[in-house]
């Protein structure tokens, strides 16, 4: 199956570069194409994306999560 990620960044969220860093290389290392993008320009590409992940700093036990800045601006 091909498919492609859009890895979509917020700068201001303090996530460290060496974070970043490893998670483009590790991708990239499984040769799947990986499109990187600022979230500012995300309402530009949501018209291409099926599907949505993403990391959270917490899970709660009543199933909500704890995100980074950005997140529920992606969510919505």
Not at 29 to 55: E, G
């Amino acid at each position: 199956i091909q498919f492609e990620i859009v890895y979509i960044f917020n700068k201001t969220n303090g996530v460290d570069n060496d974070s970043k860093d490893k998670d483009l290389e590790f991708l990239c290392s499984l040769n799947i194409s990986v499109t990187y993008s600022l979230i500012v320009n995300c309402s530009s590409i949501f018209s291409q994306i099926t599907k949505v992940f993403l990391r959270a700093k917490a899970i709660l036990s009543n199933g909500s999560f704890i995100g980074e800045i950005g997140n529920s601006l992606i969510a919505n």
